[in-house]
């Protein structure tokens, strides 16, 4: 069945870090990918998203890429900020079963 | 735009109770989504509607669990009899059509205890 593993948190850096969290993926069909956002005491949001390979999702400062040959979506950003301390849901959405599926989640805490 | 609504938000039962959590979309919103999220864990669907059809229950405990979305609008999500592995928190979402180009919209969860 579908599938995503993210890279075990949690992860701490300081501010203005350069920021890595790994994500990959197993799916039937061609999925899309996304990266969800849980900011402390608030709701799941969508922070960026790629349909197709090669697609580059960026939202915020953040940027992944969807690479079909290694089957991964990687979060990037170039500078954290102490406000970016949350957990990182990598996600898919797999166009041929129509389901969704979450990764185990990765928690970021940025230091001053 | 208001968004997703849940209530309650915090709910703490014994075993082999029930409990009912609801759910109201976003307006306009077609799909609905129920989530279980675990402590330590990212959301599991348990269930999608569209409109008032379920499109997906393939991983709803249905011995206990159940769903409904009367009207194609707000949504109920009931445990019966509960157990101590169904603490989580349980997330209604919403989408305007279900298609994966849609964002789905989260509510602020219900935190379940089960003692």
């Known amino acids: 069945g579908d599938s995503v593993t993210q890279m075990e948190g949690p992860v701490t850096l300081s501010e203005e870090a350069f920021l890595t969290i790994n994500c990959t993926y197993t799916?039937?069909?061609?999925?899309?990918l996304f990266w969800y956002v849980q900011y402390p005491g608030e709701g799941l949001q969508l922070l960026l998203k790629?349909?197709?390979?090669?697609d580059k999702g960026s939202n915020k400062g953040f940027e992944a890429t969807y690479r079909k040959e290694t089957t991964s979506f990687h979060l990037e950003k170039g500078s954290v900020q102490v406000s970016d301390s949350a957990v990182y849901f990598c996600?898919?959405?797999?166009?041929?079963?129509?389901?969704?599926?979450f990764g185990p989640g990765t928690r970021l805490s940025v230091l001053p | 735009e208001a968004g997703v609504a849940q209530s309650p938000r915090y709910k703490i039962i014994e075993k082999r109770q029930s409990v009912a959590f609801w759910c109201n979309p976003i307006?306009?919103?077609?799909?609905l989504y129920w989530y279980q999220q675990i402590l330590g864990q990212g959301p599991k669907l348990l269930i999608q509607?569209?409109?008032?059809?379920?499109?997906?229950d393939s991983q709803l405990p249905k011995d206990r669990f159940s769903a409904e979305r009367l009207k194609g609008v707000d949504s109920t999500l009931k445990i019966q009899p509960a157990k101590l592995e169904d603490s989580a928190v349980y997330l209604c979402?919403?989408?305007?059509?279900?298609?994966?180009?849609?964002?789905?919209?989260f509510g602020p969860g219900t935190r379940l205890t089960v003692t």
């Open positions: 979402a919403s989408s305007l059509s279900g298609r994966a180009r849609d964002e789905q919209y």
């Open positions: 799916a039937t069909g061609y999925p899309s």
């Open positions: 790629a349909t197709k390979a090669d």
């Open positions: 996600a898919l959405f797999d166009n041929y079963g129509q389901n969704f599926v």
């Open positions: 307006s306009g919103h077609a799909t």
């Open positions: 509607f569209q409109n008032n059809g379920v499109v997906d």
